[in-house]
């Protein structure tokens, strides 16, 4: 069985005629111009975790939500509560917050502890002692669950006899 064979041509030029060649050209010219503009993205730090504060009054109260407002699954993302009341507490503070919306997270703690604490499909409901002064502030330990890739919205309130006197909204947007 005789085959036709030729020699391979040894120079990419010979290979390729002109249209082939600006094609490659164009294509590998894109693929630099792809990885550095990755590259420009993240040494600018606009592709990790960016955060945003939401607050709001209420009750005699003041209630503000530092959060991610863009992070990627496994990363290390910031949630913290700050309720203010002029004056001091006079009891315990209680902060609801959507369960949904923490299920985001893989919690590696809580600061300070709740001396109490339920859940329910609904929202998680922790309960604090009354702290010294006028400021309470929570904050919670998590790394974004690899397993989410979009994001949820969430709530947190404050509760004084089980009703919302001041709540606010935000939410979390998972970037692959």
């Given at each position: 069985?005789a085959?036709?064979l030729?020699?391979?041509p040894?120079h990419?030029?010979?290979?390729a005629?002109?249209a082939?060649?600006r094609?490659h050209?164009i294509e590998r010219?894109?693929?630099?111009a792809?990885?550095?503009?990755?590259?420009v993205?993240g040494?600018a730090?606009?592709l990790?975790?960016?955060?945003a504060?939401?607050?709001?009054?209420?009750?005699g109260?003041?209630?503000?939500?530092?959060h991610?407002s863009v992070s990627?699954?496994?990363l290390?993302?910031?949630w913290?509560v700050?309720?203010r009341s002029?004056g001091?507490?006079d009891?315990?503070?209680?902060l609801?917050?959507s369960?949904r919306?923490?299920?985001?997270?893989?919690?590696?703690?809580?600061d300070p502890?709740?001396?109490?604490?339920?859940?329910?499909?609904a929202?998680?409901?922790?309960e604090?002692a009354a702290?010294?002064?006028?400021?309470?502030?929570?904050?919670?330990?998590?790394r974004l669950e690899?397993?989410?890739?979009?994001?949820r919205?969430?709530?947190t309130s404050?509760l004084v006899d089980?009703?919302?006197?001041v709540s606010?909204?935000?939410r979390?947007?998972?970037m692959p």
């Open positions: 069985m085959r036709d030729r020699p391979l040894t990419p030029e010979d290979a005629g002109p082939e060649q094609r050209r010219r894109l693929s630099l792809v990885v550095f503009a990755v590259l993205l040494a730090n606009l990790g975790v960016r955060t504060t939401v607050s709001a009054s209420g009750g109260f003041e209630l503000s939500v530092t991610a990627r699954p496994g290390a993302t910031p913290t700050r309720v002029p001091g507490f009891g315990p503070v209680v609801a917050t369960t919306y923490l299920a985001l997270f893989d919690e590696n703690g809580l502890d709740p001396s109490e604490a339920t859940s329910t499909d929202d998680t409901v922790w604090f702290p010294p002064g006028e400021v309470l502030t929570v904050t919670f330990d998590g690899p397993a989410f890739h979009t994001g919205p969430g709530t404050l089980g009703e919302a006197v606010v909204s935000y979390t947007v998972v």
